[in-house]
């Protein structure tokens, strides 16, 4: 159960739900209610779908591009800092021009749910705690963050404007942080494993 928690944590702050709600009140903007519903349950198996897949085939595929695990956490660790110094730093989410009918698979389902935090975060944390955590906690996430929009228009009252605002940014803060503790490990890795970059 300790697993599931260390995985679940990092998996939450990457998925960002509180930072993607303002741009799904957004995208919704003017649906009647039974549209909205279909767009969160398109959305939410969407991107458990999308995140699975990836988490089932990702490390297959990085073993064969002879890509290995220290690697990846470098890279993958300097991608979560970027994305997160990017949402710190800018107001809004990037908008984009969408069809109704395809709103919930894209962009909410995947890149917004399922977008590069997440995918880099699953793979590191599947080397780390296991497939069967860290599907669990993906799973758990995403549909917490369905759960979230479903009731968007209530959370949104509740929250303000600015306390969406300011748990965003917290949340990017956080995984910041954990991008910084990630690229460590795999400086670590890297050099107790002999690597001398040449």
Do not use: H
């Not at 209610?33 to 991107?47: E, F, I, L």
């Not at 977008?115 to 975060?121: D, I, K, S």
Request: glycine share 8%; with cysteine; proline share 5%.
């Amino acid at each position: 159960m300790r697993n599931f928690w260390l995985c679940f944590v990092p998996l939450f702050v990457a998925v960002d739900a509180v930072g993607v709600l303002p741009m799904f009140l957004s995208l919704t903007e003017g649906i009647d209610p039974p549209a909205a519903r279909r767009v969160v349950y398109q959305s939410v198996a969407t991107a458990a779908a999308v995140a699975i897949l990836f988490l089932a085939v990702g490390t297959a595929v990085l073993r064969l591009l002879g890509i290995t695990v220290a690697d990846f956490m470098v890279a993958g660790g300097v991608l979560l800092f970027v994305i997160s110094m990017t949402d710190l730093v800018t107001t809004e989410k990037l908008r984009r021009q969408v069809d109704p009918e395809s709103l919930g698979a894209v962009p909410l389902g995947v890149p917004l749910i399922t977008g590069p935090a997440l995918l880099t975060t699953s793979i590191l944390l599947l080397n780390e705690y296991g497939f069967w955590n860290t599907a669990a906690a993906i799973v758990v996430n995403i549909l917490l963050a369905g759960l979230l929009f479903r009731f968007s228009p209530a959370i949104n009252r509740l929250l303000g404007k600015s306390g969406a605002k300011i748990l965003s940014k917290i949340s990017s803060l956080l995984l910041a942080a954990i991008a910084v503790m990630i690229v460590r490990k795999g400086i670590a890795v890297l050099v107790s494993s002999g690597w001398t970059g040449g």
